[in-house]
């Protein structure tokens, strides 16, 4: 058994007010398999190019990522991203999007990829997205990914790929913008409706939200004295949120999992943005891991002593 990711492999650039990188290993799926293989085995499946060298092969297989379903296109040019971040780090302009090999790309899954047991959707076209979802028909979780892009270019088709999955994850203003609801409690509702059973709202900044059908749940993001480079941190978060999913395979998917798998979701992506890109995550430790869950259960909960008010 093991967990399936699908996305971008890419080689980013990104300027933030701490620093920057003129070329840096990225995409949603690095990210995501990177946290995730703390949890389970990961499989990666996207296209990468005749630049794509032995240091990001090396960076993807981190724990033991395995790499049979990377499609190396020859003559190819690996997925390039490059971002801006204003003194906001919530604020993300994109400079260019070269899709380069994701151009003409079709996923084959090879039948071990297929035969997941939990799968995650990252951020790619909606349309690529329901060929993966349908090529792997006996996962008991899958959770997917999107983007601003797709609400505005693809909406039909995005919200044909929600409604076979179990669990959406999108920042909250891509929530209200994909519904057209006013509150991310509206939206995740509304979106509960089309299938899934669960909701994620990513709040970058401010933490995180769950929506499932038994109720909701928030973390706040773990407090950090500084931040230097946001990029990834919605996909590690992903992959420390899927991959505890993965992790519990003989348990049922409740809500109480789903808290507590937010908790690692936010403990990964705050390491994630201690560095530049997947510098920090890399090289991160699993007593790390759980010390900042620990750290994240004992300053989020608080013993419940009712007080007699006066009124
Ligand atoms: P995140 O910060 O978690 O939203 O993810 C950032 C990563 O997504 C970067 O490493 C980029 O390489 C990748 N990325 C940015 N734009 C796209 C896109 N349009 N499609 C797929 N991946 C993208």
New binding site residues.
């Given amino acids: 058994m093991s967990l399936t990711v699908v996305?971008?492999l890419?080689f980013?650039a990104v300027k933030t007010p701490s620093g920057e990188r003129e070329r840096m290993l990225?995409?949603?799926a690095?990210?995501f398999a990177l946290a995730a293989s703390f949890f389970d085995e990961v499989r990666a499946v996207g296209p990468v190019g005749d630049d794509f060298d032995d240091e990001a092969w090396a960076i993807l297989r981190t724990r033991g990522t395995i790499t049979d379903d990377v499609e190396h296109v020859r003559g190819g040019k690996t997925?390039f991203?490059k971002g801006v971040y204003g003194e906001d780090l919530n604020e993300r302009h994109?400079l260019a999007?070269d899709l380069n090999v994701f151009e003409r790309f079709e996923p084959k899954l090879s039948q071990a990829a297929r035969d997941c047991d939990v799968l995650f959707l990252a951020?790619?076209q909606p349309q690529l997205q329901a060929d993966v979802r349908r090529q792997c028909p006996r996962a008991r979780f899958v959770a997917m990914d999107s983007?601003n892009?797709w609400i505005d270019i693809a909406h039909g088709p995005l919200v044909e790929v929600i409604r076979q999955v179990d669990c959406l994850m999108l920042n909250d203003e891509e929530l209200m913008m994909l519904t057209e609801k006013r509150t991310t409690l509206a939206a995740a509702r509304e979106i509960l409706s089309w299938g899934p059973s669960a909701v994620v709202a990513k709040h970058g900044r401010f933490g995180a939200g769950l929506y499932t059908h038994e109720g909701s749940f928030a973390l706040p993001a773990y407090p950090l004295e500084q931040v230097v480079d946001?990029?990834?941190?919605?996909?590690s978060f992903a992959g420390g949120f899927v991959g505890y999913v993965a992790a519990n395979r003989d348990e049922e998917i409740t809500h109480e999992l789903l808290c507590r798998a937010m908790a690692y979701g936010t403990a990964i992506a705050s390491f994630n943005v201690e560095e530049f890109g997947t510098e920090r995550v890399a090289r991160l430790t699993a007593p790390e891991i759980s010390q900042r869950v620990e750290r994240l259960h004992r300053m989020t909960s608080f013993e419940l002593e009712p007080l007699a008010l006066r009124d």
């Fill in positions: 996305g971008s890419a980013d990225g995409g949603a690095t990210h997925f991203w994109t999007t951020n790619i983007m892009l946001p990029t990834g941190a919605g996909d």
